[in-house]
T-cell receptor, first 113, second 113 residues
Framework: GAGVSQTPSNKVTEKGKYVELRCDPI?????LYWYRQSLGQGPEFLIY????????DSGLPNDRFFAVRPEGSVSTLKIQRTERGDSAVYLC???????????FGPGTRLLVL | DQQVKQNSPSLSVQEGRISILNCDYT??????FLWYKKYPAEGPTFLIS?????DKNEDGRFTVFLNKSAKHLSLHIVPSQPGDSAVYFC????????????FGKGTKLTVNP
């Protein structure tokens, strides 16, 4: 596709459950980023990948959050033992290389009941 | 501690007039600044950027000004159009060599016909 795609677009889960959020970057983009946007806030950085490796994961809030990008393309953000405070829009972005413009997907709206 | 601040939550202007959106930052290590536009239920869309070695960048109706000594940047939209109505986010990167974007909370622009 032409842009970054994210699935699912919406996810409702119960407290304590495990969720996976998927991101398909723009074809050929080597850098991939995850952000989280809570209501009334700007996006907050979680983690970014250069190729398959996590170059900076300093934004992951705790060890319940984990992200992978095994083949350097698609990435999955995994959240264990979800809490109500995890409810937010999870945004993925990609860029052709590091230091180039980041292009965002539409986001996954996660609601933890 | 907000490193990027957008102190006006909202702004309303008449169609055809100039819109000026402001942004302040605290971290002098930022070396790249961006503006994103966001419509409801969509991801942020890249609008315009500026490197810290410049003080102005122009793209059509959009101009970004950077005042490094004041740690301030602004986005000018001339002339404003109703389709410009959206939330505008200021973002910065480069501190500590990281490519992660640090966002402000956003300013909701309404352009009235």
């Amino acid at each position: 596709g032409a842009g970054v795609s994210q699935t699912p677009s919406n996810k409702v889960t119960e407290k304590g459950k495990y969720v996976e959020l998927r991101c398909d970057p723009i074809s050929g983009h080597t850098a991939l980023y995850w952000y989280r946007q809570s209501l009334g806030q700007g996006p907050e950085f979680l983690i970014y990948f250069q190729g398959t490796g996590a170059a900076d994961d300093s934004g992951l809030p705790n060890d319940r959050f984990f992200a992978v990008r095994p083949e350097g393309s698609v990435s999955t953000l995994k959240i264990q033992r979800t809490e109500r405070g995890d409810s937010a829009v999870y945004l993925c972005a990609s860029s052709r290389t590091l230091q180039e413009t980041q292009y965002f997907g539409p986001g996954t709206r996660l609601l933890v009941l | 501690d907000q490193q990027v601040k957008q102190n006006s939550p909202s702004l309303s202007v008449q169609e055809g007039r100039i819109s000026i959106l402001n942004c302040d930052y605290t971290n002098s290590m930022f070396d790249y600044f961006l503006w994103y536009k966001k419509y409801p239920a969509e991801g942020p869309t890249f609008l315009i950027s500026i490197s810290s070695i410049k003080d102005k960048n122009e793209d059509g109706r959009f101009t970004v000004f950077l005042n490094k000594s004041a740690k301030h940047l602004s986005l000018h939209i001339v002339p404003s159009q109703p389709g410009d109505s959206a939330v505008y986010f200021c973002a910065a990167s480069g501190a500590g060599g990281s490519e992660k974007l640090v966002f402000g909370k956003g300013t909701k622009l309404t352009v009235n016909p």
